[in-house]
């Protein structure tokens, strides 16, 4: 399938992303996934309130990394340098950060498949969060690849931090709140 054969598909209520070229139905979020989403993205928002140098974007959000490949990030981070990626429906290529959520639904998508083709295709920052493990991973470019991920989680205690948010600090442990 196309993105323009996606985009033609009568909305029927749910989620979908193209994963190189096959559409892929994504399950509802839990409760925990949608409060976990939620303060990541509020911090995030604070953040740029602040400094104005990005935005920041909740799912749903169609990124089109290519005509095969449409994916919905939990929350999306473009910093004012790549603003042009954002149209009026869409983002048109790869974001400065992507975050993932992980569910029991897509989990594997989300550290297999989705993790490559961020890479492929330009993401600086893959952060990866695991509610079931109280973790956070954070995939960082380095060169045309990620470098292994940085591990931050409750146990050890710790800040997400990334040098494209200069001074932006949250704690593991804060996102795991309930």
């Known amino acids: 399938m196309t993105y323009e054969e996606f985009m033609a598909l009568p909305d029927d209520g749910k989620r979908y992303e193209l994963i190189e070229g096959e559409l892929v139905l994504n399950p509802a979020a839990v409760p925990l996934h949608r409060q976990i989403t939620l303060r990541?993205?509020?911090?995030?928002?604070?953040?740029?309130?602040?400094?104005?140098?990005?935005?920041?974007?909740?799912?749903?959000?169609?990124i089109v990394l290519s005509d095969a490949t449409v994916l919905?990030?939990?929350?999306?981070?473009?910093?004012?340098?790549?603003?042009?990626?954002?149209?009026?429906?869409?983002?048109?290529?790869?974001?400065?950060?992507?975050?993932?959520?992980?569910?029991?639904?897509?989990?594997?998508?989300?550290?297999?498949a989705k993790r490559r083709l961020y890479e492929h295709h330009g993401v600086i920052e893959y952060w990866i969060v695991d509610p079931e493990a109280e973790l956070v991973k954070i995939y960082r470019r380095s060169g045309t690849a990620f470098?292994?991920?940085?591990?931050?989680?409750?146990?050890?205690?710790g800040a997400i931090t990334s040098p494209?948010?200069?001074e932006f600090s949250l704690d593991v442990r804060q996102v795991f709140a309930e």
């Open 40 to 62: 990541i993205a509020s911090t995030l928002l604070n953040y740029f309130d602040e400094r104005r140098n990005g935005r920041v974007y909740t799912g749903p959000l169609d």
């Open 147 to 157: 470098a292994p991920a940085v591990e931050i989680d409750t146990d050890a205690g």
């Open 72 to 112: 919905e990030p939990d929350v999306v981070v473009i910093l004012n340098e790549r603003v042009a990626l954002i149209g009026s429906k869409n983002v048109q290529g790869a974001p400065d950060i992507a975050i993932e959520v992980l569910s029991p639904g897509t989990r594997r998508r989300d550290e297999g």
């Open 164 to 166: 494209l948010l200069p």
